[in-house]
């Protein structure tokens, strides 16, 4: 159900509807007083889906600026500027390119039609549904709102025509012009006693008439719409007789269904009811609601981000923990088989002790006869030791070298360590002890095994 | 503002948590997985090795290539005395004359620990041998049975034994092994 409200006064109109297949559908349509809006919201608030809104006339300007030809945004700029000269800085405005206006022998104008709100009339409105769990998602003006609604009822025409809403304190008359809304403004009602024919307010009506005259010196309004549940016949001869100008009653059977009686209907609230938000120029989003779309869009991008990035980790991490969970098993698997074959090693242990003995036992009868070979004549050997460690079999050999002089003997020393890098069976051969004993030299070599 | 600044802030810290708890995580795994790789692939060359092993074993088991193992009894101090008699019959045998010292039978540390191989540490001094082709004709000998010479000195005094020829070896026992 969308709940259309238009602020006059004191007064809170409210018209609610629902679209049946397509066709705007009137649910109900009452006037209350504003301070009683809150206990309304809470009680439909159920039905409520959405929620638009129209302020009243005071603290609003509507005004057409004409403006030299320029690029869209020089010109937004330029229109801020005439919005802020003519009305201050404390207005939220929107506008709407109306179009060219040519002016023989000159350059193109722009028309820039602009609809503004006060600030903080725009905020206290929108406090108004602090506690209610739907907020409006348009608030415009009453003006803005009707201009919807004679576009819809086919009324909109290039030549001014005046829209009369009579109501009780306060009626309200807006003399548009095809799209430009050129004036606004609010009459007092007066109470049927105190004026019986209603001519006070024809008298007002007219006197806007030729104030609108005066403003547009080349302009009149032609034809004038009427419609509020306080209008009489009484009033509308009146208007007819001091006005002279065509006078239509306002009927909106063409585009709502359900309706018993016209005067219960609220024009502004039709207006916010037709109006297409994608498409509507001048709606207006109060700063604390900006401030608030903006924080929450910002939270939502910094949590849409933050819980991106977790997801991310967490993903990564799941990956790694597969990666490791994989790899627990496989090596599971390693040492169930390592396990197995180890069990099978207990009843081979005499085979191992075998393999063993085979493989890393030298081959005895090869060393001796290689060692008693790289002995040359004029060596003898004291002592041969042969030791087997980890890194395999180290030997130690100590003898002396008796040659007729020390330097033969130095040579048959020489002549040992040589046999002995030369052999196959042997490696890292070093003369690590030498000593000179008379002519004779005594020895000690050190090697280890080939292999 | 001051909100606006503080959710940035309140989400700037989690974001700094999340990277540093999260980077922490994934590299601890990372690490783990490294682990985990060099240990699979040390097994992977252990299994390899068992594999090529139990294959050598088996083939050796089949074809009969065992080493015998001299006679034993329940005592280990008539095991003992089995042994030392054995080793000296066996020197005689090959006309040496010879000291044989035998130790006691303990676990051998050669083998890895699922097998089960005691070894009996035995002291061999040779007081005298008339060829070097005597030598060598015993070391051969030494091949027929389950014995490992661990130090061999001609005219050294590494072995605590007296003799010119002198030797160090380990005699392995398979307990309950034919």
């Keep these: 159900m969308l709940l259309c409200i238009d602020f006059s006064g004191e007064k809170a109109k409210i018209t609610t509807t629902k679209k049946i297949k397509g066709e705007l559908s009137l649910v109900k349509s009452l006037e209350i007083n504003t301070s009683d809006l809150g206990e309304y919201l809470e009680s439909n608030s159920k039905q409520i889906k959405e929620i638009r809104v129209s302020g009243p006339l005071e603290n609003t300007f509507h005004k057409t600026f004409i403006l030299p030809d320029m690029k869209s945004n020089m010109l ?119 004026d019986p024919e209603s001519s006070a307010l024809a008298k007002d009506i007219y006197r806007t008439l030729l104030f609108y005259g005066e403003s547009y010196p080349n302009q009149k309004v032609t034809r004038l719409v009427i419609s509020g549940n306080s209008c009489t016949t009484e009033i509308v001869e009146n208007l007819r007789q001091k006005a002279g100008v065509e006078i239509i009653l306002f009927s909106p059977e063409t585009i709502i ?9 609220h ?44 997801l991310i980790v967490v993903l990564v991490i799941f990956r790694f923990s597969l990666n490791l969970k994989d790899l627990d098993a496989y090596q599971g698997g390693i040492k169930g088989e390592i396990k197995m074959k180890e069990d099978r090693m207990k009843e081979l242990s005499l085979e191992l002790v075998s393999h063993s003995i085979e ?20 060596i003898s050997l004291e002592s041969m030791t042969m030791r087997k460690s980890k890194k395999g079999w180290r030997g130690e050999l100590y003898g002396a070298a008796k040659g007729p002089d020390e330097i033969t003997s130095l040579v048959l020393v020489e002549g040992i360590q040589d046999n002995f890098n030369q052999s196959p069976l042997f490696t890292q051969v070093k003369v690590t002890e ?12 050190t090697y280890q095994l080939k292999g | 503002m001051g909100k606006v600044k503080g959710i940035i802030a ?128 015993l070391l051969e000998e030494f091949r027929k049975f389950p014995l490992s010479i661990e130090i061999l000195t001609i005219g050294g005094t590494d072995v605590a034994v007296p003799g010119v020829l002198r030797l160090q070896l380990k005699y392995y026992v398979v307990p309950g092994g034919a």
């Design chain 1, 76 to 194: 937004k700029g330029a229109v801020e500027n005439e919005v802020i000269k003519e009305f201050g800085n404390d207005y939220l405005f929107e506008q709407l390119d109306l179009g060219e206006m040519t002016v023989s022998g000159a350059k193109p104008n722009r028309r820039i039609m602009t609809a503004g709100i006060e600030r903080k009339a725009l905020e206290q409105l929108s406090d108004t549904f602090a506690d209610s769990k739907i907020k409006p998602n348009i608030f415009t003006t009453h003006p803005a709102a009707l201009q919807v609604l004679l576009e819809k009822l086919g009324l909109s025409d290039d030549k001014p025509q005046g829209f009369v809403e009579i109501a009780h304190p306060r009626s309200r008359i807006v003399v548009f012009k095809g799209k430009e809304i050129q004036l606004t403004r609010e009459l007092p009602l007066a109470e049927k006693e105190k």
């Design chain 1, 257 to 265: 269904k359900d309706i018993e009686d016209n005067s219960q209907i």
């Design chain 1, 267 to 310: 024009p502004g609230c039709l207006g916010l009811a037709l109006l297409d938000p994608g498409s509507f120029h001048f709606g207006f989003v109060p700063f604390s609601v900006q401030e608030k779309k903006k924080f929450t869009k910002m939270v939502t991008l910094l949590s849409s981000a933050f819980f991106g990035i977790l």
């Design chain 1, 359 to 378: 493989t890393s036992q030298p081959h005895w009868s090869e060393i001796l006869l290689e060692l008693a070979a790289a002995v040359p004549t004029g």
């Design chain 1, 434 to 445: 030498k000593k000179l004993e008379g002519k004779r030299i005594t020895f000690k070599i």
């Design chain 2, 10 to 137: 309140v989400f700037a810290i989690l974001l700094v948590l999340l990277f540093f708890f999260g980077i922490k995580n994934i590299k601890s795994l990372q690490g783990q997985i490294g682990g985990q790789k060099e240990n699979i692939s040390e097994l992977d060359q252990r299994l390899e090795k068992i594999r090529n092993l139990e294959e050598s074993l088996e083939l050796r088991r089949l074809t009969g290539k065992v080493l015998p193992q001299i006679p034993r009894v329940e005592d280990p101090i008539a095991n003992k005395i089995l042994i030392e008699k054995f080793f000296k019959s066996f020197l005689t045998r090959l006309g040496l004359e010879a000291e044989v010292k035998v130790e006691n039978e303990r676990k051998s540390r050669d083998f890895p620990d699922v097998v089960e191989v005691n070894e009996v540490p035995i002291k061999i001094g040779i007081t005298s041998y008339s060829s070097y082709k005597q030598v060598m004709n």
